[in-house]
């Protein structure tokens, strides 16, 4: 049962596995909730669905997913909705909105489950638990397509060949763990590239972190061994490992090779460390996975431990919104089919209460874990402790997020007061850009929301017409960009990606450019308000904050409500400075040769290895190029062609 990849649920990889019928009928008159609408358009679907197995989808009258379902018995299950008033109050909303359904078939209930994972992931329908979580989990990646493997964090999807060892619960354990790996087993951490060039070893050989590969201090041999090694220790043999790097101390210290014995107790080291650094006991589990669940009234909080090759790799707290009027066990239960849409289960997966559809899971998940999937709830010994453990933390984070959720209401309130909004904001765009003497000149847009930064909702923008050093034309240019698109797209302004609050980093200059800039496009009822240093900044902390009738105001210097907005203007100075440095660093390492059509790396390679330099590729006669080798006679008149549209 292979899976389709997320995002591409539409086109899936064998027609045989996946069938869409579109069964969408279009309702005339008004889009107001209508039961007996919603009611009349399932009804309708009901009549042209199989008996089989699938996942349909419920969509109001713009096509916006409602809600995402996954069915044993396709027929059986939507004609449920039909009888609406059986249905609970949060259901009968659904119903009364929706005015069309899209049915897939599948060739079983499990296929169902997981492509109802990756539905559900796309379109964040309004009526299913949703795992608001926009950080990728990071793996150790020890690569497997050089002679001198690498080892490296990962994110993403999981192209390169090689060994993936997680998921970590953050950057920081990944980045620890790497480096007690690299003191343990000296394997190198370079690029490719960087590893090629080498002619004496880097730094990381003089501190005991690498064993020099790239310039013959190991052969191939000797280096498989450690990356061997490496694959047993994160593989759960650490103990035998150790074992195995104790007797080569001592037969070091018996020959009295000490240095070699000082090179392998530092080794012994940092695998004790690793294991030192264990925050829980995971005594008897190779590979597992635990979640607990905590409900304070409603708001739902769920822990995960990871457990891998018998080592604790970190844990998270989860936050699933849209639960509302859910069993806790429905909502653990589709929390588990997102989380491992793309993190691959491992074989044991221990939770604190029984699960709806516990067998299904299980064999839904057995192929993203390569083999059988065990999903229980301890009762007894180390696993009933470490479960006791998952449920004290998720109890903890939840009542930490309500705190500050407190808190976090309590500074909205005080913001709409301050600015003078007619209500709290739901959706905070900030601007900043970000250039050198006007040169590479980049702007960034971040999001804020009630619950923080939604960090998927970033966007960039590539300055094309402000050529000099000109701030304001930036920020014009950005805004019209921003807000035309939006205005093109979204109109009704019902899609929420309308911003309630714009923050404008800059002065009254910046707000004048951002207030004509809207103007132009007869836009004037968005908030807008602009941050600026003030006088005693570098002694106070002070900001003035410029509204757009010219008034100013400021905030005393311990406000958190100050503290807050200042956050907000350094989140945007912080990606807008990286996606400069970037676009700076793509900029160095570019070659004319990349804005040749139909040249790739290899071709580029091959020419400037040939001729020495780009200008030299110029400069060459269509003979010459043609004299290249991987270059063939019409790829030669591309070249030539391009730098020589003349003839």
């Known amino acids: 049962m292979a899976r389709t990849p997320a995002g591409t649920p539409d086109n899936p990889q064998g027609g045989e596995r996946f069938n869409e019928e579109r069964a969408t009928y279009t309702v005339r008159g008004s889009d107001q909730p209508d039961l007996q609408a919603g009611a009349e358009v399932i009804r309708d679907t009901v009549r042209t669905l199989p008996s089989r197995p699938g996942v349909y989808r419920m969509q109001d009258a713009r096509g916006e997913v409602l809600y995402v379902g996954k069915a044993r018995v396709l027929r059986n299950r939507v004609a449920n909705y039909v009888q609406w008033e059986r249905l609970p109050i949060r259901l009968q909303r659904m119903v009364s909105q929706t005015r069309s359904m899209t049915i897939v078939t599948t060739n079983s209930e499990a296929e169902a489950l997981l492509l109802e994972a990756q539905l559900i992931k796309r379109f964040r329908p309004a009526y299913n638990v949703l795992l608001r979580d ?81 310039v013959g201090r190991i052969d191939e041999a000797g280096y498989a061994e450690l990356v061997q090694e490496a694959k047993d220790f994160l593989g759960g043999k650490s103990s035998a490992v150790q074992r195995k790097i104790e007797a080569q101390m001592a037969e070091a210290a018996e020959t009295l090779d000490f240095e070699r014995a000082a090179m392998l107790r530092d080794r012994l080291r940092a695998a004790t460390f690793i294991q030192g650094s264990q925050a829980i006991n995971a005594e008897g ?16 909080g769920v822990q995960a431990f990871f457990i891998r090759g018998g080592q604790n790799w970190g844990h998270r707290a989860f936050f699933p919104t849209h639960t509302e009027g859910l069993s806790e066990e429905e909502v653990l239960q589709s929390f588990l089919t997102q989380f491992y849409e793309e993190v691959p289960p491992a074989r044991t997966i221990l939770v604190d209460r029984e699960l709806p559809e516990r067998e299904l899971l299980a064999e839904a998940f057995r192929e993203g874990a390569g083999g059988k999937v065990e999903i229980s709830i301890p009762q007894r010994g180390s696993r009933r402790r470490l479960m006791e453990q998952a449920t004290r933390n998720a109890v903890e984070a939840l009542d930490r997020r309500l705190a500050e959720r407190g808190t976090q209401a309590k500074i909205m309130r005080e913001l709409a007061e301050f600015l003078e909004l007619p209500d709290v904001p739901q959706r905070i765009e900030v601007y900043d850009n970000s250039h050198i003497q006007g040169t590479k000149a980049l702007g960034a847009m ?32 950005v805004m019209t ?58 002694r106070e902390g002070r ?29 945007v100075h912080r990606y807008v400075i990286g996606a400069h440095r970037d676009k700076r660093s793509r900029a160095i390492t570019a070659s004319p040769l990349d804005e040749i059509p139909g040249i790739g790396p290899a071709r580029k390679r091959a020419l400037l290895l040939h001729f020495g330099t780009a200008g030299k590729v110029r400069a060459a006669s269509l003979e010459d190029l043609q004299r290249a080798p991987g270059v063939s006679a019409a790829v030669a008149q591309t070249i030539y062609d391009f730098y020589h549209p003349g003839g």
Request: net charge positive; with cysteine.
């Open 134 to 214: 926009d950080k990728s989990f990071p793996f150790i990646l020890l690569r497997s397509d050089h002679e001198f493997p690498r080892i490296m964090k990962h994110r993403g999807a999981r192209k390169a060949k090689g060994n993936y060892y997680g998921p970590f619960a953050s950057a920081g354990s990944v980045n620890t763990t790497i480096n007690a790996l690299q003191k343990l087993f000296l394997l190198r951490s370079c690029t490719d590239s960087f590893f090629s060039r080498r002619d004496r070893p880097c730094l990381l050989y003089q501190i005991k972190r690498c064993s020099a590969p790239c």
């Open 543 to 571: 900001e003035v904050f410029h509204f757009p009738d010219g008034r100013e105001k400021m905030l005393p210097v311990n406000s958190p409500l100050l503290f807050h907005l200042q956050r907000l203007r350094d989140e």
């Open 481 to 538: 960009r921003r807000f035309g698109r939006v205005q093109e797209e979204d109109p009704e302004r019902t899609s929420g990606t309308w911003p309630d609050l714009v923050l404008i980093d800059g002065g009254k200059g910046q707000m004048s450019a951002v207030k004509d800039a809207l103007e132009e496009l007869g836009i004037e009822d968005v908030n807008l308000i602009a941050i600026a240093k003030g006088p005693h900044h570098g």
């Open 446 to 477: 971040v999001v804020a929301g009630p619950e923080g930064f939604l960090k998927n909702q970033y966007r960039k923008f590539n300055i094309k017409s402000a050529q000099t050093n000109d701030d304001f034309a930036m920020m014009r240019e």
């Open 285 to 300: 589990l190779d590979s597992a996975d635990i979640f607990a669940l905590a409900n304070r009234n409603g708001q739902i």
